[in-house]
């Protein structure tokens, strides 16, 4: 997607993360970091048209889990929202295709998760084929090992890190999206989404050459991300960077990877070009989100200072 | 002061029942009965496990294909920590295994003492359970084929 009919750009945001947040919950976690990001830019709550959020219900242990964060936004009066059970970038795209509709001009996009009080690599193991897969509680990591033993037997990459421990943090992430003339009154440096876009490959891991990431080119060629003079890409094992530099063809451009609390990272990496941009360190930045096992689904977006004007998508 | 820690167990689970239909059900049967089924792709190829649509494609497919409990390792990890539910107890590598017969791999723990013994290419076969129940604990893991 890209050339949007109604320009949505990023006008605030702000993040935290922790190694283990030792006693507040994620309501505790979030308020603060909402305040911050809406803050930024003068509005609240009853400013926002759209909500929306990103997180796992697996990682706090109960069904529906996600409801008690709406406390850090307050449900009342009531507000357009929504939930999905995945990383906040993916979040962020609903958003995107929402402001399109016209309803609304502002929303708000938030992510969190405190997987450090379980057992991650095991948790993850719950999201596999729950046939032939996930009964054999695969860690996350193991799995990862495979498309990195698989990278080195195609030959094709010089050196492919050995696979860390699963990277385990706390935080959330909050985004303030407006559109077209909205996003300027709010902002002096507004940063426009000029294309966003998400692609997913076959869930079972032998049907699939683990040695690219076919999904991420193709978001990639959709959201128009050429050109770019900065890269943000959520990377939860290194060997993971040499894929995405691949599929997104970048070269020599500075390179900034981080995996990030689960279910946040990609949102933050979002937030972190986006912040890039407004301050000028980049003029146009790729941004990118991933979920799923060894690089399953990807999501690229692309982040530019300047708007494509209203009305230039013909 | 001593502090106390209050714990209780509490475990995550999908407390449903569901039908595992036609493709999924005939791998799970086969199992039970020691053989490695799948499924013939749009493409031709060969699914295992077998599947109900064409991952390309999104067709449906319906033509049953017997493969070997005999295959080579694709790509493989070595896991020296096992955890609670993983197929070992003792350190072993996770692989994807493509059956001979098959043209796409599935994951197994393959029981192979160390990592040097693993290769990409190595031949392994299938080591079943000896009571059989129509689920993927039926197929234990692998070993290794001189």
Redesign the interface.
């Known amino acids: 997607m890209r050339n949007f009919k109604r320009p949505v750009a990023i006008v605030a945001s702000a993040s935290f993360e922790t190694p283990s947040e030792p006693s507040r919950n994620e309501v505790e976690l979030l308020l603060p970091v909402i305040h911050d990001a809406l803050g930024q830019v003068g509005l609240t709550q009853q400013d926002i048209g759209f909500t929306v959020s990103g997180s796992s219900d697996?990682l706090q242990?109960f069904p529906f889990a996600f409801v008690g964060a709406l406390d850090a936004v307050g449900a009342w009066p009531p507000i357009r929202e929504s939930h999905l059970e995945m990383d906040g970038a993916f979040a962020l795209a609903e958003a995107v295709a929402v402001l399109q509709h016209g309803h609304v001009d502002t929303a708000l996009v938030y992510a969190f998760a405190r997987p450090s009080r379980g057992?991650l690599?095991?948790?993850l193991s719950?999201q596999l084929d729950?046939?032939?897969?996930a009964?054999?509680?695969?860690?996350a990591r193991?799995?990862?090992?495979?498309?990195?033993?698989?990278m080195r037997?195609s030959g094709r990459f010089d050196s492919v890190p050995e696979?860390p421990p699963t990277h385990v943090a706390d935080g959330c992430t909050a985004v303030v999206l407006a559109v077209g003339d909205r996003a300027r009154e709010l902002t002096k440096t507004p940063v426009w989404i000029t294309g966003i876009d998400h692609r997913i490959e076959?869930p079972?891991?032998?049907?699939r050459d683990?040695a690219t990431s076919v999904s991420t080119r193709l978001a990639a060629e959709s959201a128009g991300a050429t050109d770019v003079d900065a890269a943000y890409l959520h990377v939860l094992y290194p060997h993971q960077e040499l894929l995405l530099r691949d599929a997104l063809g970048l070269n020599g451009q500075p390179v900034h990877s981080s995996a990030g609390p689960m279910m946040v990272g990609g949102l933050e990496r979002i937030a972190a070009a986006a912040k890039a941009v407004a301050a000028g360190d980049a003029r146009r930045a790729v941004a990118h989100a991933t979920s799923g096992p060894c690089l399953q689904q990807n999501l690229v977006a692309v982040l530019d200072a300047t708007a494509v004007l209203e009305g230039a998508a013909a | 002061m001593k502090t106390d820690v209050l714990t209780a167990p509490?475990s995550?689970e999908?407390t449903y029942t569901r039908s595992?239909g036609p493709m999924?059900g005939a791998?799970?049967t086969g199992l039970r009965d020691g053989k490695i089924i799948g499924v013939r792709g749009a493409d031709g190829r060969v699914?295992?496990?077998a599947?109900d649509y064409d991952?390309?494609t999104s067709e449906d497919l319906s033509e049953l294909v017997e493969v070997a409990d005999t295959g080579v390792v694709?790509?493989?990890?070595?896991?020296d920590q096992p955890?609670?539910?993983?197929?070992l107890e003792h350190p072993f590598a996770?692989?994807?295994v493509?059956w001979d017969g098959a043209d796409?791999?599935?994951?197994v723990?393959v029981d192979c003492g160390d990592a040097s013994t693993i290769s990409?290419g190595a031949k392994v076969k299938a080591r079943w359970a000896d009571e059989r129940t129509g689920?993927?604990?039926d197929l234990c893991c692998c070993e290794l084929q001189s």
């Open positions: 697996y242990g057992d690599d095991r948790t719950i729950p046939y032939s897969v009964p054999l509680w695969p860690d193991g799995l990862a090992g495979l498309q990195a033993q698989a037997d696979v076959a079972a891991l032998g049907v683990l | 509490h995550i999908y595992t999924i791998f799970m699914h295992v496990p599947i991952p390309v694709t790509t493989w990890s070595w896991n955890r609670s539910g993983q197929p996770w692989a994807l493509r796409t791999a599935m994951l723990a990409t689920t993927i604990h």
